[in-house]
T-cell receptor, first 112, second 116 residues
């Protein structure tokens, strides 16, 4: 069962515009959500996270929004830069199990 | 460099051979995770340790896979009698048990396995 889903396998955005990446989850026990960025042949690198007690967390150009009632989170990147081109994974974890579950990823391409 | 390190970075083996991967986590991290990633998929949970105790193992993991973390420091992941379907990137990650400022998992660069 895919508890964390990223339904868009790819996204292309013009440089300077906003990139919005989406993620849905099914397990209401998840209480922490994270976004990772991955370049080819490298391990994932952490971008930003959000606790389930919040609905928004911002760090520079990156903002994560959480809608618990819809079991949906999104990552906004503003403004998008060519260096942001990578695969983005959302992940969710329950502090009861400490087992991180990842989505299948969205490949973002920022066009110069 | 004090990040998570994995060795080897790339392993090519013939079907039926055994392979072992090593992971050295960030020194103060007591949780250590193994994930597997194939093309077009996200990291798939395999197992994780709190100190030396293996707390959970994925149901998808066959008996050919075994992981250890002696003394709660480095960890090894062994795959016996490799099959072509085992070809993947094996990722190790570590984290702190307390201090949930970000909940971040720190990943290594991964070990890519190719089974011929």
């Amino acid at each position: 069962d895919q508890q964390v889903k990223q339904n868009s396998p790819s996204l292309s955005v013009q440089e300077g515009r906003i990139s919005i990446l989406n993620c849905d989850y099914t397990n209401s026990m998840f209480d922490y959500f994270l976004w990772y960025k991955k370049y080819p042949a490298e391990g994932p690198t952490f971008l930003i996270s959000i606790s389930s007690i919040k609905d928004k967390n911002e760090d520079g150009r990156f903002t994560v929004f959480l809608n618990k009632s819809a079991k949906h989170l999104s990552l906004h990147i503003v403004p998008s830069q060519p260096g942001d081109s990578a695969v983005y994974f959302c992940a969710a974890v329950s502090t009861g199990t400490y087992k991180y579950i990842f989505g299948t990823g969205t490949r973002l391409k920022v066009l110069a | 460099d004090t990040g998570v390190s994995q060795d080897p970075r790339h392993k090519i083996t013939k079907r039926g051979q055994n392979v072992t991967f090593r992971c050295d986590p960030i020194s103060e991290h007591n949780r250590l995770y193994w994930y597997r990633q194939t093309l077009g998929q996200g990291p798939e949970f395999l197992t994780y340790f709190q100190n030396e105790a293996q707390l959970e193992k994925s149901r998808l993991l066959s008996d050919r896979f075994s992981a250890e973390r002696p003394k709660g420091s480095f960890s090894t992941l062994e795959i016996q009698r490799t099959e072509q379907g085992d070809s993947a990137m094996y990722l190790c990650a570590s984290s702190l048990d307390v201090g949930w400022s970000t909940g971040e998992l720190f990943f290594g660069e991964g070990s890519r396995l190719t089974v011929l």
